[in-house]
C-alpha cells in the first residue's frame, strides 16, 4: 500500500521559513513518476489546493495565495518532494498535506479527488 509521510511542520513566527518533506513509505513508488501535489486545511475551512509539481516535465504551478513565497521542488535521490516556505504568515496557518497521482492532466492538477495517494498531514502554526 503506497503510503506519503510529510514532515518538517512547526510553529513558527510571521515572515519565518518551513520547510516540508513529502517521501513515499513502505513501497518501491518511485516519486519521479508522479505528480505531487500540495494541499492545506485551515481551522473551519475547507482542504485547498496550494501547489504541484508535474510528473514528466517536473514544472510547477501555485496557487496565487502561495505564488513568489513557496517553492516546490524534487530530490529523486531521496526520493522526496519538498515544499520550501518563506515569508509566512499567520493565514498560512494550516494542516499541509501532500498528494501523488500518475498520469495527470494539467487542468486537474488543483483537483483533490484526481489524487489516489495522500499523506497524514503535518501541521504548520504561524504566530504573530
Known amino acids: 500500500q503506497v503510503q506519503l509521510v510529510e514532515s518538517g511542520g512547526g510553529l513558527v513566527q510571521t515572515g519565518g521559513s518551513l520547510r516540508l518533506s513529502c517521501a513515499a513509505s513502505?513501497?518501491?513508488?518511485?516519486?519521479?513518476?508522479?505528480?505531487v501535489g500540495w494541499f492545506r486545511q485551515a481551522p473551519g475551512k475547507d482542504r485547498m489546493f496550494i501547489a504541484a509539481?508535474?510528473?514528466?516535465?517536473?514544472?510547477?504551478y501555485y496557487a496565487d495565495s502561495v505564488k513568489g513565497r513557496f517553492t516546490v521542488s524534487r530530490d529523486n535521490a531521496k526520493n522526496t518532494v519538498y515544499l520550501q516556505m518563506n515569508s509566512l504568515k499567520s493565514e498560512d496557518t494550516a494542516v499541509y498535506y501532500c498528494?501523488?497521482?500518475?498520469?495527470?492532466?494539467?487542468?486537474?492538477?488543483?483537483?483533490?479527488?484526481?489524487?489516489?495517494?495522500w499523506g497524514q498531514g503535518t501541521q504548520v502554526t504561524v504566530s504573530s
Open positions: 498528494a501523488a497521482a500518475s498520469g495527470m492532466i494539467l487542468s486537474s492538477l488543483s483537483l483533490q479527488e484526481q489524487y489516489p495517494y
Open positions: 513502505g513501497t518501491t513508488l518511485r516519486m519521479r513518476s508522479y505528480t
Open positions: 509539481t508535474r510528473e514528466s516535465t517536473n514544472n510547477q
